[in-house]
């Protein structure tokens, strides 16, 4: 089992930044990939991007590539999205979800189905 919770969204302006942290539970948490998603009003969930548990594996979404970045720190059981060039498009929740049947170098993919577990969501809300 892995319990996650994100914190760290927020209101900020155009063009800054934000980092989210997902903090993890779970004992094999260091070998668990995470990805992160997001989904505004009316929208579908989609893919941010992903880590792998060793954390050097690590996959964006095109819209998000050159300004996302997604880091770990296992020893905290905490995996960051540290977001800059922030724009209104970016406004949405954020998620962070585990896959429970991975391993120390397995890629993230950009399929929700994929992960077992799930946080409650952060918001993040970019003004213009």
């Known amino acids: 089992q892995v319990q996650l919770v994100e914190s760290g969204g927020g209101l900020v302006q155009a063009g800054g930044s934000l980092r989210l942290s997902c903090a993890a539970s779970?004992?094999?948490?260091?070998?668990?990939?995470v990805g992160w998603f997001r989904q505004a009003p009316g929208k579908e969930r989609e893919f941010v991007g992903g880590i792998s548990g060793s954390g050097s594996i690590t996959d964006y979404a095109d819209s998000v590539k050159g300004r996302f970045t997604i880091s770990r720190d296992n020893a905290k059981k905490t995996v960051y999205l540290q977001m800059n060039s922030l724009k209104p498009e970016d406004t949405a929740v954020y998620y962070c979800?585990?896959?429970?049947?991975?391993?120390?170098?397995?890629?993230?993919?950009?399929?929700?189905?994929?992960?077992?577990?799930w946080g409650q969501g952060t918001q993040v809300t970019v003004s213009s």
């Open positions: 779970g004992r094999t948490f260091s070998s668990t990939t």
């Open positions: 979800a585990a896959a429970s049947t991975t391993g120390l170098f397995t890629h993230p993919r950009n399929s929700a189905s994929w992960y077992d577990y």
